[in-house]
C-alpha cells in the first residue's frame, strides 16, 4: 500500500479552495442547466464551509465575494494577436451573437493579468499565446458598450504553434484585416478595439 503525501501551505490551501468556490460561483451565474446548477450550488456551499473552518471565520458577514465591501472596477483582458506583416489582426466570433471580438473577457481570481490573457486566448480562440506586452489599461466606461464600470488590460500576444479545439463560447477563430474588421461584439465598440489594435501595431502604450 502506498501513501501519497501532499505538502500545501496554508496560502497555497486557501487558494485553491478560493479558486474552487469563483468556479463555482460563475457557474451559478452563467449555467442554464438545472442538475449542473444544482451541483455548482453545492460546491459553492461545502467551499464556503471549508474556508470557514480551515480560516476560523463566519462568512456571514461581508467578504471577498461580496460587491458591497467597496465599489471597484470589474477587470478584463483582452489580447491583440497579429499575422505577420501586422496588417490582419485575430478576432473569435461569439456563437450566441454572430459579431468578433479580440479574444478575452473576465480575470478570473488568482490570475496573474498574463495568465488570464493567455486562458482567454486559449478559451476562445484555441491558441497558445506568449505575451509580448502591456498595450495599455483603459477605463471602459468612456465607451457605450460598456454598462458596468470595468478597465480592461489589454497585451499584444504570438502564437505558439498551431491553433487547437476552443470552447463552446466561440464558433470562429479568423484573422481580419485592420482596415476591414467584421461585424463587432455589442459587449465593445469598434472605436475602443481600433484603439487597441493602433497601440499595438504602433508599439504604444496607451492607458485611461
Request: hydrophobic residues 40%; glycine residues 4%; proline residues 4%.
Amino acid at each position: 500500500m502506498y501513501i501519497i503525501s501532499i505538502r500545501m501551505d496554508k496560502k497555497e490551501i486557501f487558494n485553491y479552495i478560493v479558486k474552487i468556490q469563483s468556479i463555482a460561483k460563475i457557474g451559478l451565474i452563467y449555467s442554464k442547466d438545472p442538475y449542473a446548477l444544482t451541483n455548482y450550488s453545492e460546491i459553492n456551499n461545502l467551499s464556503k464551509q471549508f474556508l470557514e473552518d480551515f480560516m476560523e471565520v463566519k462568512f456571514d458577514r461581508p467578504n471577498y465575494f461580496e460587491k458591497d465591501i467597496y465599489p471597484t472596477p470589474n477587470i478584463s483582458v483582452r489580447t491583440v494577436i497579429f499575422n505577420e506583416d501586422k496588417t490582419k489582426v485575430l478576432m473569435v466570433r461569439e456563437a450566441a451573437l454572430q459579431t468578433y471580438s479580440l479574444p478575452g473577457g473576465w480575470a478570473d481570481l488568482y490570475d496573474s493579468p498574463s495568465q488570464a490573457a493567455k486562458n482567454e486566448c486559449m478559451q476562445e480562440a484555441g491558441a497558445e499565446v506568449e505575451i509580448l506586452r502591456l498595450v495599455g489599461i483603459f477605463d471602459r466606461t468612456n465607451y457605450k458598450a460598456s454598462h458596468m464600470s470595468e478597465y480592461v488590460i489589454v497585451f499584444e500576444g504570438k502564437i505558439i504553434g498551431e491553433l487547437h479545439e476552443h470552447e463552446y463560447e466561440t464558433d470562429d477563430v479568423e484573422f481580419f484585416p485592420i482596415d476591414n474588421l467584421p461585424p463587432i461584439s455589442k459587449k465593445t465598440t469598434a472605436v475602443e478595439l481600433l484603439r487597441f489594435i493602433n497601440a499595438a501595431k504602433n508599439g504604444e502604450t496607451d492607458f485611461d
